[in-house]
């Protein structure tokens, strides 16, 4: 009981640890390129109000980026302290994508954000902004080395164990060059893109509901408008190509986010709503759209899919006894909480693009109100994603070789106790630091140029 309760401790504190720092990441990936965009379209038109945008949320971005920086080298920590049998058998593995994502792409990253920083009006301008693009290639590139590790967690390719029973890489290519990573990556960007789309719009649409610096925050309004809606489109053909493919080489994942206990037939149809009873194994209520999940997961009305009844028997029978389901409940409704969120916040944008397509701004409190309040849902979405990620290879750190119970560090009770307050304390201010900078920053609105004009106060639209 003893050990199974360190175990939970451990984690839950990297739980912890690893959801506050990925609420940076995904605005991050997305910030920055919106970011550059300003910048050129500053660079290519010399328009000052391109200008100030780029300033104002850079200067979020920086932010955003010191703090992720921060918990991020926390999290690292982890690995050595809470789970030191999961970093002495996957180092071998993870020393290649780790070592590029260190030495490659966060050392790009982090040198050329500080070159943009500190190099305005120090740089040539061309050269000042081709530094802000570097950093973007740097944070996209850093993302997919994590997700090279992460989806080897989920789907060990490439290796082979030695003597230790260590695992070791046999082919670099193989691991890196893998559909599942490219789709998961390319979800993550996608991910980015609609939360600082959102978070752009939202924080012009309070300017606007207040009709504060219009002329410059129409133009980010509508620039978060487009991003947001056309990445909310690409992600529902990515998130389908990702669906395929954890269908395939994760079926219990898949089998618990939908709740799914008996094999289906043709027609499987996706779950609208469901109880789950995870001790009789059978759903207590499950309301569903037919034929909608065959579609979604195998791009056929024909497909069927494997429950975890039967995927329960198999794993018993190939890894001896034990219970190889993850925690349905959790499966189950954050996969539609990281569905539902998304989709609720790229609406409400093209609602709000059909509400100013003559190019006024709409009257009434209650829209710019809603427009500002869907900033958090994204980031909730992306958390939720996540944890459907971890949590849908349980009770696997890395799935069919190492068990969670088995990567963990034989540490006290108290100590992990101790560190888990610790680090809720810690972050729990990091948080209110977080939010206060960056409300600051997008109180302020854009800063004054010196030759930036007088601020209009007109009610119609500026296109890009």
Same mark, same amino acid.
Request: with cysteine.
């Given at each position: 009981m003893s050990d199974s309760l360190v175990v939970d401790l451990a984690r839950l504190q990297f739980a912890t640890t690893t959801l506050f720092h990925f609420v940076f990441v995904p605005l991050t990936?997305?910030?920055?390129?919106?970011?550059?965009?300003?910048?050129?379209?500053?660079?290519?038109?010399?328009?000052?109000? &391109?200008?100030?945008?780029?300033?104002?949320?850079?200067?979020?971005?920086?932010? /955003?980026?010191?703090?992720?920086?921060?918990?991020?080298?926390?999290?690292?920590?982890?690995?050595?302290?809470?789970?030191?049998?999961?970093?002495?058998?996957?180092?071998?593995?993870?020393?290649?994508?780790?070592?590029?994502?260190?030495?490659? $792409?966060?050392?790009?990253?982090?040198?050329?954000?500080?070159?943009?920083?500190f190099g305005r009006d120090r740089l040539p301008r061309g050269l000042h902004l081709a530094c802000l693009w570097l950093f973007v290639i740097g944070t996209w590139l850093s993302a997919f080395f994590i997700l090279?590790? /992460?989806?080897?967690?989920?789907d060990p390719v490439a290796y082979e164990l030695d003597a230790s029973g260590s695992a070791q890489l046999t082919d670099v290519w193989a691991l890196v060059l893998r559909p599942f990573v490219l789709a998961a990556w390319v979800h993550a960007l996608l991910a980015g893109l609609i939360t600082a789309s959102i978070v752009v719009f939202g924080i012009a649409a309070w300017h606007l509901g207040r009709?504060?610096?219009?002329?410059?925050?129409?133009?980010? &309004?509508?620039?978060?408008?487009?991003?947001?809606? #056309?990445?909310?489109?690409?992600?529902?053909?990515?998130?389908?190509?990702?669906?395929?493919?954890?269908?395939?080489?994760?079926?219990?994942?898949?089998?618990?986010?939908?709740?799914?206990?008996?094999?289906?037939?043709?027609?499987?149809?996706?779950?609208?709503?469901?109880?789950?009873?995870m001790n009789e194994r059978r759903n207590l209520v499950n309301v569903q759209i037919p034929c909608v999940l065959s579609l979604l997961a195998t791009n056929s009305l024909d497909g069927s899919l494997q429950g975890m009844d039967s995927l329960q028997a198999?794993?018993?029978?190939?890894?001896?006894?034990?219970?190889?389901?993850? /925690?349905?409940?959790?499966?189950?409704?954050?996969?539609?909480g990281m569905m539902g969120f998304?989709?609720?916040?790229?609406?409400?944008?093209?609602? $709000? $693009?059909?509400?100013?397509?003559?190019?006024?701004?709409?009257?009434?409190?209650r829209f710019w109100r809603i427009s500002t309040w869907i900033i958090p849902l994204p980031f909730i979405g992306s958390l939720l994603g996540w944890v459907v990620t971890e949590n849908g290879r349980q009770p696997w750190v890395v799935t069919g070789l190492l068990k969670t119970q088995d990567a963990a560090s034989h540490l006290s009770m108290g100590?992990?106790? #101790?560190?888990?307050?610790?680090?809720?304390?810690?972050?729990?201010?990091? $948080?209110?630091?977080?939010?206060?900078?960056?409300?600051?920053?997008?109180?302020?609105?854009?800063?004054?140029?010196?030759?930036?004009?007088?601020?209009?106060?007109?009610?119609?639209?500026?296109?890009?």
């Amino acid at each position: 009981m003893s050990d199974s309760l360190v175990v939970d401790l451990a984690r839950l504190q990297f739980a912890t640890t690893t959801l506050f720092h990925f609420v940076f990441v995904p605005l991050t990936l997305g910030l920055g390129p919106i970011v550059a965009i300003f910048a050129t379209l500053a660079y290519r038109t010399r328009l000052p109000a &391109w200008e100030r945008l780029s300033r104002m949320f850079g200067g979020i971005l920086l932010i /955003n980026f010191a703090m992720g920086v921060v918990t991020g080298l926390v999290q690292e920590f982890q690995f050595g302290m809470n789970w030191s049998g999961f970093s002495a058998f996957v180092g071998g593995v993870f020393g290649a994508p780790l070592v590029m994502e260190g030495l490659l $792409a966060f050392f790009l990253e982090s040198t050329f954000l500080g070159l943009w920083a500190f190099g305005r009006d120090r740089l040539p301008r061309g050269l000042h902004l081709a530094c802000l693009w570097l950093f973007v290639i740097g944070t996209w590139l850093s993302a997919f080395f994590i997700l090279v590790a /992460n989806t080897w967690m989920q789907d060990p390719v490439a290796y082979e164990l030695d003597a230790s029973g260590s695992a070791q890489l046999t082919d670099v290519w193989a691991l890196v060059l893998r559909p599942f990573v490219l789709a998961a990556w390319v979800h993550a960007l996608l991910a980015g893109l609609i939360t600082a789309s959102i978070v752009v719009f939202g924080i012009a649409a309070w300017h606007l509901g207040r009709r504060q610096h219009v002329e410059t925050m129409q133009r980010a &309004w509508r620039t978060g408008l487009i991003i947001g809606i #056309t990445a909310g489109v690409l992600q529902g053909g990515i998130g389908d190509w990702l669906g395929v493919i954890v269908t395939d080489r994760q079926p219990m994942k898949l089998a618990a986010a939908e709740a799914i206990w008996q094999d289906t037939g043709p027609c499987a149809g996706f779950s609208v709503f469901a109880i789950p009873d995870m001790n009789e194994r059978r759903n207590l209520v499950n309301v569903q759209i037919p034929c909608v999940l065959s579609l979604l997961a195998t791009n056929s009305l024909d497909g069927s899919l494997q429950g975890m009844d039967s995927l329960q028997a198999a794993a018993e029978e190939a890894h001896g006894p034990g219970d190889y389901t993850p /925690n349905v409940w959790i499966q189950y409704w954050a996969w539609r909480g990281m569905m539902g969120f998304g989709l609720l916040g790229v609406a409400w944008m093209a609602l $709000a $693009a059909w509400r100013t397509r003559r190019g006024r701004l709409p009257d009434g409190r209650r829209f710019w109100r809603i427009s500002t309040w869907i900033i958090p849902l994204p980031f909730i979405g992306s958390l939720l994603g996540w944890v459907v990620t971890e949590n849908g290879r349980q009770p696997w750190v890395v799935t069919g070789l190492l068990k969670t119970q088995d990567a963990a560090s034989h540490l006290s009770m108290g100590l992990l106790l #101790t560190s888990l307050v610790t680090f809720v304390v810690m972050y729990s201010a990091f $948080a209110v630091v977080e939010f206060r900078l960056i409300r600051r920053y997008a109180m302020a609105g854009p800063p004054r140029l010196d030759t930036a004009p007088r601020q209009e106060h007109d009610d119609h639209l500026v296109l890009l």
